[in-house]
């Protein structure tokens, strides 16, 4: 009888993956990120371990969202105190912030837990079309 292979840090290797965003939706890009942060197709998956692999994203001021989104979508935030409550559209985030919009998108598809906020780490995001990763080799990833 087979025993169940459980990953071990070190026994693996992260590969580092690029990905282009330009007119891409939103959540269909956030949610293959997270898989791949997440190492689940990779055949040594583990649940417990963080198997999964870097991945920068370029071209991140030009995600599309679908519909009226771009208007209607409202982020939360909460300074703690009575009354301070701030909230901002997915429009005034992207010219503000356009990487802080994928990553709200990838942090809400991992777990609530430790581990998925190592794995967030591994995702870097870029407006431009350049990144300083080039000494990685990064493989392009068509989504």
Known sequence: MKTTQVAKEGEF????YLVDVENKVLGRVATEIASILRGKKKPIYTPSVDTGDFVIVVN???IALTGNKLA???YYSH???PGGIKAITAG???EKNAEELIRKAVKGMLPKNKLARHMLSKLKIYTGSEHPHKAQMPKKLEL
Do not use: N, P, V
């Open 92 to 94: 005034k985030l992207i």
């Open 79 to 81: 300074s703690g105190f």
């Open 60 to 62: 991140a001021e030009k």
């Open 13 to 16: 290797t992260r590969d580092w």
């Open 72 to 74: 209607d979508k409202t």
